[in-house]
């Protein structure tokens, strides 16, 4: 509200504090939060910063808790650098619960509503050795090194490729820094290399779409198969369009709304639960259009 | 590649073609001695200034195909280098111009992305390719203009309007999506995102017209004559007459135009409209134009240096990579190669001049 | 007397505290070379600037033709006929002296090719190259920049230049100061040929031989006021210094 | 907060205070008229400069804590701010020695990942957190000399040096960490991490002190002196004696050093080595040292504007999310307030002038 | 004849095509004036810039009190006692008339802040404010930069910086050409000053008066060669003009 900082009012107060603001998981997770929020009358205030990056969000948590909302859902950036502020915000009697990403101390959260990235990453390589029939040369084309959630996505990746499925050989990782052009020309460079590449595995939207353009240029769309990760309404275009042929799908708006739920709960002083894992689903074709699908899908706008 | 080479390569040699700028390209052996108005020791033959560092981009080239003979020199790979790089190369010929100004752009990257929600939104909207494309030129010259305009009259330093404008121009890219990404209308990304003429994508033989002629403009005609004076000395070519401040405003429009235009082919390539993906683009395109051997301090350079400045990273990058260069490496070699070929190129103009 | 070309009365100007002009009157005939001197720093300069369009002065009116004027910009002094030869040249060091030359007024190709803007270096070459020999400033090469020229090069190109394009008026600041003695003789030369052809000349000198050979009248600036005015027929060259230097204070009378 | 103001303030008003450049921070009204050495119309008032920009500042403050009265004027929020600024604070000072020098540095961030990277390794492998600390600042320096060498002897221009040391660097972090962040060793991270003095931590005492000692140098001494000569004109420095070469590879060294230790308390206070953060920390630090004041031709600049300059974004950008103003708007809205803000200081300083 | 204090053999010189000097001879005896005059372009002041150590020559010897040297740097000429008024000037527009005239050679506080690099402004505004007194220029402010002063002004701050630093030579190109008439005057009298403390002084000037009146001998370029040695005495402005321009061929004998 505009007089944001008043807390007159005796309406809850929540704060969600992305990992990154602008992309499609973490504005679904917004609209899934600001839906609920709706639904129990409470006020909802979304900021984020413009890189995964600690050192971005701290001062935004900062101010968050200078605005002192009665609770905070927050995806920490970093295990370890978001425990001082978050502890500051402790301190500061707000209630805190954490949403997608975790922080190593475990007394910070009194929910941790968490996506399981190693999961999905090895959901990733189960995907991907199905579409290319268990065997031949596999690529990861990621955004920047050091992102936690996306290293834990090709952790679990490789992680599952060793473990079981001996058919395909890993010839590793190359990072996009999240720009297309970059994305398509690692792709170029890879298709020129191994010209018997078999699949790929792109760790989120903007690696996918560059990679599927340099396919298609190449017309090797649908020989070379792709799983890409996250299923906003670009990535259910680009699976339909057969530019990836497998989607890693976790639960965003899902994963927002019980945040908001667990917030109020904490507020109100009635219980609330330690831990809520999430799923990863495998989204393809053939299941896309299946109604328990459809539900997983990531919403544009709200 | 380009028709700068026209005016710019060995037959231009002696500098009898033209009277333009003659020293453009002979960047700064000491920029800031240079633009102290000390006189630097430099002569007049306006023709060799890309070609050292145009050198450099074969020797590349030819390293690259000793080094990879089976995978590197394909027409398949070549032909995608060059399919990769035309994007690039339209904002980087716009930055060329305002650079020359003495100027900065660094809102192309948000420009872009703007350009292309707006043409994703009115292509939706009013179902017709042609309009949407009309828009997305639209918004990129109106973006360009404000550039222009807060620079020209509002006398603020460039390096701050276009900031401001890029922060503004994303966030209002996010707002327009919500921040989530459009998607391309399938018959642009089909069509025009895929189509080709006589083997090579029309989005690079669109590129590559429109730098010649912008490389032929620029050398060549009235408006780059006044592009390079004013770089050369604002307050020289006021007192000439020349009309500083609407020129100004032009050179913005054009850059804000090409990253509307960018994103339009963009958006056409990659079918969305990437509002996360473009955050290095002003930088890249920088670095194209100084490599190219456009000083920043003004009133020096050329579209053919421009384009050979887009062609190195991107030959480095992909050279590399296919001769298995772990990804960290890469950064540090193309980094340091990078570093190595500006610095051979100053050296044998030196070397030159003597 | 007939109406002057150009009349400033009461020109002030200040940059933060200095006082460059405190009033600082200026007339110039149709047809008459005006020799304006004054001491380092008198503003004479400025004055210069001012009447060019140039800078804009805080106070004081100026009158072009009898008409009063508020030149906005060099443009404006440009289109009424009248150019400058500044005293830090104003040239594009980057650019070639044909560019330089025709900066603001290139020529175009004849045909399609003008229609696109696109220039006739050729001819503006020749051009250049002529008016330049015509005051026996030799280029070394056309196609080198302006700041691979010479100083006294350098001030050939200003001169001709300002020499080539001024249908009324030119203002001259200290154009033969980096001149050999040829050129100077030239230049001097030059301003008589151009005043005969019915184009005003103010002159800004130090040198006081060439301030007695070429004006008809002088005028004496000193702190940022006209303090004399001589015919100089009827002036000797202390009269000049003294008024520069204040040793001498004349009643300021006739425009 | 800086001893900057120690002599920029009103006290140092009619510049009877010192001699230094008297028009230092009174940016390029015609940034490009000015370089080539046309005369433009600057008074010698050197006191003055920072004045406007400093009101814009206050303005800010004044109007966020009356609309968020509960919540932005708090000492919680204020020190929180402060604390936030305090390590690009590091990095801006040291990129307004550069920038004074006509130069540039786009290395910064990744000089200041790798040198965390070494102090982590060191106080790992050593377990002396002195150690480590000495490492960081050591290998800070030796980037910024690496970048020095290259700009003053290589003669290559400082874009492209550090663009490709920002490279190597950043590769070379990622190498030595396999693309993993460090963390810190716990007694440094919660010893200076979380160390106060007198309420405010420690790192903001260590910061202000150093970019107060580093204002007063540029203003004062024959450092700052040469600083200041050779980007007014390199040429004229070189002939007047003044060690051209040498001095600037000093000052990309105090870059360096101050982007070592600023590594070395990013480590201590955030607990991590942040190898994928820190990519838009030189274009953050380049935009404060520009509203500043400073102009990127070189020659004029201060330290203190350099403060106002880092403080005015993240001002901005902690009062709108306390508004709660939603990020796409707040990226919108901090683009515009910051060309309102560098108009109104050139057009308050123009109309001084008058 | 006692060993000449600078000696320059064959120096050659060229800029891409433009070959600036073409085997110029100069010589400069201890304690006087030579003028050193030529048309413009004829390599006057890239011959200054090679013996002050700012360009390097691309042949030639040139030996300092007989000693062949090879001035590497600016930095080694003025360290052997030799200082130059630049024809561009080389002032830091940015910086104040005294940061200028220090520059280089800056003049720190006593005691421990002096050990810390810390300037004495105070001081050097005086020594900068006299020294350009002496010349009759007038600064309007200590804390204006250069960019703010007028022509004259600039140069006033440039030739009194020379003036005071040189105690061998002092290289002149062209120190009085934006000077004023009494200005000029002045440093005419202080470069006979400065020749009687024993300090040679070179004056490069297009003003054949000031040639005359203030030189011991005269050596002309023309081309980028030595074309004619006078001893003043015996020379007339024709002689110096007829070299000058051609018309009048010397053999070239003494040095
Ligand atoms: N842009 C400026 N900023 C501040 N002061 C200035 C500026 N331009 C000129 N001045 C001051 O105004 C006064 C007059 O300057 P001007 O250049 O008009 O003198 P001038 O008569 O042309 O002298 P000279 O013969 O030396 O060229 C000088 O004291 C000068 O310092
Ligand atoms: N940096 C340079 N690059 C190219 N040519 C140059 C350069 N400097 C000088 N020249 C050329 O060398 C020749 C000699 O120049 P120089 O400046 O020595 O002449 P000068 O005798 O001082 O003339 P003036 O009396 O006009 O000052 C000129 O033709 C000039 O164009
Ligand atoms: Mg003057
Ligand atoms: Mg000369």
């Known amino acids: 509200g505009g007089e944001g900082s008043g807390g007159g009012g005796d309406r809850i107060r929540v704060a969600l504090v992305q990992g990154l603001a602008g992309e499609e998981f973490y504005e679904t997770m917004a609209c899934g939060a600001r839906a609920k929020a709706k639904e129990l009358g409470v006020d909802l205030d979304v900021q984020g910063p413009q890189k995964f990056d600690p050192t971005l969000q701290t001062p935004i948590v900062n101010s968050v808790v200078a605005g002192a909302p009665d609770a905070m859902l927050i995806a920490p950036t970093d295990v370890k650098a978001m425990i001082a502020p978050l502890t500051q915000a402790k301190q500061q009697n707000i209630k805190i619960i954490l949403v997608d990403t975790v922080v190593e101390d475990p007394t910070i959260g009194l929910s941790r509503i968490s996506t399981d990235n190693l999961k999905g990453g090895a959901a990733a390589a189960e995907a991907l050795s199905e579409q290319v029939g268990g065997k031949g040369k596999v690529l990861v084309i990621s955004t920047d090194p050091g992102v936690s959630t996306v290293d834990a996505r090709i952790k679990g990746f490789e992680d599952e490729i060793k473990a079981s499925h001996p058919g395909l050989t890993y010839v590793g990782v190359q990072y996009s820094h999240n720009d297309v052009g970059e994305a398509s020309r690692i792709m170029n460079a890879a298709l020129a290399k191994d010209a018997d590449l078999a699949g790929v595995f792109a760790t989120n939207l903007n690696s996918a779409t560059g990679a599927g353009t340099a396919l298609q240029q190449a017309g090797k769309l649908g020989k070379v198969k792709m799983v890409g990760f996250d299923a906003g309404p670009a990535q259910v275009k680009q699976l339909k369009d057969g530019v990836v042929q497998a989607l890693i799908a976790q639960l965003p708006a899902d994963i927002g709304a019980k945040g908001v739920e667990q917030a109020v709960a904490a507020v109100k002083g009635q219980e609330v639960t330690p831990s809520i894992p999430t799923d990863a689903t495998i989204v393809t074709a053939a299941n896309v259009d299946r109604p328990e699908v459809q539900k997983v899908l990531y919403k544009a706008g709200c | ?354 | 007397m007939a109406v002057p070309l150009i009349a400033a009365r009461g020109i002030v100007k200040s940059y933060g505290q200095v006082e460059a002009l405190r009033g600082a009157d200026f007339s110039l005939g149709a047809g008459e070379v005006v020799a304006l001197i004054g001491d380092n720093g008198a503003g004479k300069s400025t004055l210069a600037k001012i009447l060019s369009g140039v800078e804009r002065p805080d106070g004081g009116t100026i009158e072009v033709d009898g008409e009063p004027v508020a030149f906005g910009s060099a443009e404006e002094a440009r289109s009424a006929g009248i150019e400058t030869v500044y005293q830090d040249l104003a040239l594009c060091a980057d650019l070639t002296p044909a560019a330089n030359f025709f900066l603001g007024r290139e020529r175009l190709r004849p045909g399609l090719l003008g229609l696109l803007g696109v220039l006739d270096n050729a001819a503006m070459r020749r051009a250049t190259q002529d008016a330049c020999e015509r005051l026996g400033v030799r280029l070394p090469s056309q196609s080198a920049p302006v700041s691979a020229l010479s100083g006294g090069q350098r001030q050939g190109v200003a001169v001709a230049r300002a020499v080539t394009w001024a249908r009324r008026a030119v203002f001259m600041d200290e154009p033969t100061a980096a001149l050999g003695v040829v050129q100077t003789r030239r230049v001097l030369d030059l301003i008589r040929t151009v005043r005969d052809s019915g184009v005003s000349v103010v002159l800004i000198s130090h040198n006081m031989q060439d301030v007695m050979a070429v004006s008809d009248r002088v005028e004496v600036l000193r702190l940022g006021r006209r303090v004399a005015c001589f015919a100089t027929a009827q002036a000797s060259m202390e009269d000049l210094v003294g008024a520069m230097t204040g040793a001498l204070e004349q009643q300021e009378g006739r425009p």
């Open chain 2, 1 to 354: 590649m380009t028709g700068g080479a026209a005016h710019d390569g060995p037959t231009g040699t002696g500098g009898a073609a033209h009277d333009g700028p003659a020293g453009t390209g002979r960047v700064a052996r000491d920029a800031a001695a240079e633009r102290a108005g000390a006189k630097p020791a430099r002569t007049g033959r306006g023709g060799l200034q890309v070609v050292w560092i145009g050198l450099v981009l074969v020797a590349l080239l030819a390293a690259f195909s000793v080094l990879a003979p089976r995978a590197f020199p394909t027409s398949f790979n070549l032909l995608n280098l060059v399919s990769d790089a035309a994007i690039l190369l339209l904002l980087a010929t716009g930055m060329t111009f305002v650079i020359i100004t003495a100027g900065i752009d660094l809102s192309v990257g948000g420009v872009l992305v703007f350009s292309a929600v707006v043409a994703a939104k009115v292509t939706e909207a009013t179902g017709s390719a042609a309009l949407g494309a009309a828009g997305a030129l639209v918004t990129g010259l109106a973006w360009g203009g404000l550039n222009g305009v807060l620079v020209a009259l509002g006398r603020i330093p460039a390096l701050i309007v276009t900031l401001g404008t890029l922060g503004m121009s994303l966030g209002g890219a996010l707002l327009l999506t919500g921040g989530v990404d459009l998607r391309a209308p399938a018959d642009l990304n089909l069509g025009l995102g895929l189509a080709r003429w006589l083997g090579v994508p029309l989005i690079v033989w669109i590129c590559a017209a429109i730098t010649a002629a912008l490389a032929l403009a620029l050398a060549f005609t009235r408006f780059g004559r006044h592009t390079y004076a004013i770089g050369s000395n604002a307050e020289a070519a006021r007192r000439a007459g020349v009309a500083v401040r609407g020129h100004l405003i032009k050179v913005y429009g054009l850059a804000g135009l090409l990253a509307g235009l960018a994103g339009h082919l963009s958006l056409a390539k990659y079918g969305i409209t990437g509002v996360s993906a473009h955050s290095t683009d002003n930088l890249q395109a920088i670095a194209a134009v100084v490599i190219g051997g456009t000083s920043l301090f003004g009133g020096v350079g050329t579209v053919a240096g421009t384009v050979i400045g887009v062609f190195i990273p991107v030959v480095l990058q992909n050279g590399f990579q296919i001769l298995g260069v772990r990804p960290f490496w890469q950064q540090v070699v193309v980094g340091a190669v990078l570093v190595a070929a500006v610095y051979l190129d100053q050296w044998r103009r030196r070397a030159r001049d003597q």
